[in-house]
């Protein structure tokens, strides 16, 4: 069978036409991290921690972050949070310091804010936050108030509505002439004021 390769007599697959066709001048990446994506420090996190995840999850083993990871953490996320464009290196820190990033980034939902919309996000999912965790129900009230006012969701918002409707001169000067008709010989009811001449 000298032509296996072009063509499978037996089952009749064409397999010249499944191999890809290659472009010579693309160069191939040497090593793996040459051909991975740049990634935001959110999605790198998110990549990693589902690895984490996974891995404690086949091996049986907690991940559980003792109170130095935890703060170790805490500093990352305020980095971030301060610094949208800081990208931590993630690889020199244990999973169970990544775990609990993760876990804390997942909670508030705090997003490396370069986008309005994300900010917007933020503190909408903030607010919903403390109208279901505030203390008291003035705390509770207060955040549902602010989070009603929330261009979106406009809970409150009074409308308006005006609409402009655009006539030629002669259909206004029909309309008025018909409006003074309809006046005409009606009685209108009011209080005649005379004015004293103080001559």
């Not at 890809?20 to 793996?32: G, S, V, Y």
């Not at 990549?47 to 991940?63: A, D, F, W, Y």
């Not at 559980?64 to 020199?92: C, L, S």
């Not at 990544?98 to 999912?125: R, S």
């Amino acid at each position: 069978m000298s032509n296996e390769f072009e063509h499978d007599v037996e089952s009749g697959i064409n397999l010249e036409g499944i191999v890809p066709n290659i472009d010579n001048d693309i160069p191939i990446p040497k090593t793996q991290s040459e051909a991975m994506v740049e990634l935001s420090p959110q999605a790198e996190l998110e990549v990693r921690t589902n690895t984490i995840k996974t891995l404690s999850e086949m091996t049986g083993e907690p991940l559980d972050p003792d109170i130095n990871q935890r703060k170790v953490a805490e500093d990352i996320a305020a980095k971030m949070m301060q610094d949208p464009k800081y990208k931590p290196d993630y690889g020199k820190y244990p999973n169970e310091t990544m775990a609990y990033l993760a876990g804390m980034v997942a909670q508030t939902n705090c997003m490396i804010v370069e986008e309005l919309a994300d900010f917007k996000l933020h503190i909408v999912n903030r607010l919903l936050q403390e109208a279901e965790t505030g203390k008291t129900a003035r705390d509770r009230i207060s955040a549902l108030k602010t989070l009603g006012e929330v261009d979106g969701v406009d809970a409150f918002k009074k409308k308006t509505e005006i609409t402009h409707i655009n006539k030629s001169h002669d259909e206004l000067e029909k309309e008025l002439l018909e409006t003074i008709a309809k006046l005409e010989g009606k009685v209108v009811e009011g209080e005649v004021i005379e004015e004293d001449d103080a001559d």
